[in-house]
């Protein structure tokens, strides 16, 4: 076999290539009650992220949409007097949450 000459000169393909200054950060900021969370967008967009909405695996999505050290921060931040965290709480903080994930995009 022959190998494929490349005349001197031509640009190698950059059409997978992406150079860092044009990439743009979906992060943005997210005040829930007094407290501040990062809101990534691409961490919504995610099939395992709803499959565990979709199985009411409430905590599981949590967790990939925020990430360990923010939903420790989550769970401080709500937990009630008895040491329990509402799953209405949990609910509307998702909700809103995605909301801001979704304007973000």
């Known amino acids: ?3 494929t000459k490349i005349p001197a000169g031509v640009k190698k ?4 290539q ?4 044009d990439v743009v950060s979906k992060k943005s ?3 829930w009650r007094g407290t501040e969370y990062t809101v990534d967008p691409d961490l ?3 099939l395992e992220f709803f499959e565990a909405l979709e199985g009411n695996q409430f905590a599981t999505a949590l967790q990939r949409m925020l990430g360990a050290e923010q939903y420790d921060k989550f769970k401080a931040q709500v937990k009630e007097a008895e040491g329990r ?3 209405a709480t949990t609910q509307a903080f998702l ?3 995605m909301g ?4 973000g995009k």
């Open 1 to 3: 076999m022959s190998e």
């Open 13 to 16: 393909p950059s059409d997978r």
């Open 18 to 21: 992406t150079a860092k200054s």
């Open 29 to 31: 900021k997210f005040d």
């Open 44 to 46: 919504i967009d995610d």
């Open 85 to 87: 965290v509402s799953l």
């Open 95 to 97: 909700e809103e949450y």
């Open 100 to 103: 801001e994930a979704q304007r």
